[in-house]
Nanobody
């Protein structure tokens, strides 16, 4: 069983910045991908950014150059630095841990609200 706890969401004006953090605990296999997804009202959940344990990152096009993902493998944490935020970034952001031992398995955090508005 894996638990993910997120922090760092909130209300910010357009052009502002926020940093999301997520800490994983429980039975965590070393081969995994950690990342962030988001879901806006009326829309499907979408990938924002992910990073493998070896540091390979992947971003959705709309956040490239504005968001930066990082992780600390020793502490099982992942963070998302979000700069130059836009109203369209407004969503609930979910931390994700994907493991591959015995098949692909996803664990999710409870979600944290990010609202970009003036």
């Amino acid at each position: 069983q894996v638990q993910l706890v997120e922090s760092g969401g909130g209300l910010v004006q357009p052009g502002g910045a926020l940093r999301l953090s997520c800490a994983a605990s429980g039975r965590i296999f070393s081969i995994n991908t950690m990342g962030w997804y988001r879901q806006a009202p009326g829309k499907q959940r979408e990938l924002v950014a992910t990073m493998t344990g070896r540091g390979a990152s992947n971003y959705t096009d709309s956040v490239k150059g504005r968001f930066t993902i990082s992780r600390d493998n020793a502490k099982n944490t992942v963070s998302l630095q979000m700069n130059s935020l836009k109203p369209e970034d407004t969503a609930v952001y979910y931390c994700n841990l994907r493991t591959y031992v015995g098949g692909v398995r996803d664990s999710w955090g409870q979600g944290t609200q990010v609202t970009v508005s003036s």
